[in-house]
């Protein structure tokens, strides 16, 4: 129950974006797709997205589903548009966010650094690397997630 909770949190949220995002953030820059996010001792299977808020900036829900709970949030990050007019696009990006992770009765909110990149493989298709690294004294949740997105 808690899992579609979460889902239909992010749903909303990815509405609520969508409708206010300027128009010119519409032009193909959000995506939205699966991802894996390993460390911490575990693998998590998520969904990722991506809403271009302005030309360097990006709002990037997700939701993970770890075993026995659900973890949710975003970062806001600053891309880095190096790749004009090359045929692959490679945004390299950094940022910051918050993770929820809820299940087994306890909720634990924690702050991250992430950096990363996405790369436009086609018109309508990222595949996307990010390590986020918690902002607590212990690193051992640092992770690797590794996603694709679709474009629209």
């Known amino acids: 129950m808690k899992n579609i909770v979460a889902l239909v949190m992010l749903c909303t949220s990815v509405a609520t974006l969508g409708i206010s995002a300027p128009a010119k953030a519409e032009l193909g820059r959000n995506s939205i ?22 030309d360097n900036l990006s709002v990037r829900p997700f ?52 950096g990363g990149a996405d790369f436009g493989i086609t018109d309508s298709v990222d595949l996307k690397a990010s390590l986020e690294v918690p902002l607590s004294s212990n690193n051992s949740s640092t992770s690797v997630t590794l996603g694709a997105g679709f474009r629209f």
């Not at 797709?33 to 302005?54: L, Q, R, W, Y």
């Open 63 to 114: 939701i993970t589903f770890p075993s026995g709970g659900t973890s949710f949030g975003g970062a806001l990050t600053y891309d880095f548009d190096v790749s004009r007019g090359n045929r692959i696009q490679i945004t390299p990006f950094i940022g910051g966010g918050v993770e929820v992770a809820t299940g087994g009765g306890v909720s634990e909110t924690q702050a991250y650094f992430t």
């Open 33 to 54: 797709g699966p991802s894996i996010s390993i460390g911490g001792g575990s693998t998590v299977f998520g969904i990722d997205s991506k809403f271009g808020v302005s």
